[in-house]
């Protein structure tokens, strides 16, 4: 069973940065990425990318955010710069194999002042 391990998140002021890392425990996947989901509201893309390099972002992260993986480490990270208020959320790591995707349990990143 693979196991997902988050971190990095946490409370950052507005125009703040944060970086989260998740780390797989075992696996071989096509495409790795993050999720996020406010209260209220329902779980959304953030940003993706593929055993290639190749990247997928929201629109409302593009120009802020960096997807970047380590496919010797198993890991995916987000670089997150410019925060806003609006990317309050719990954030999600997903990994992608060939039959299964896996999820991580989250991590919170709340921007205020």
């Known amino acids: 069973q693979v196991q997902l391990v988050e971190s990095g998140g946490g409370l950052v002021q507005p125009g703040g940065s944060l970086r989260l890392s998740c780390a797989a425990s075992e696996g071989i996947f096509g495409v790795m990425g993050w999720y996020r989901q406010a209260p209220g509201k329902e779980r959304e893309l953030v940003a993706t990318i593929t055993n290639t390099g190749r990247t997928n972002y929201a629109d409302s992260v593009k120009g802020r955010f960096t997807i970047s993986r380590d496919n010797a480490k198993n890991t995916v990270h987000l670089q997150m710069n410019s925060l806003k208020p609006e990317d309050t959320a719990v954030y999600y790591c997903?990994?992608?194999?060939?039959?299964?995707?896996?999820w991580g349990q989250g991590t919170q990143v709340t921007v205020s002042s």
């Open positions: 997903k990994v992608e194999s060939l039959r299964n995707g896996y």
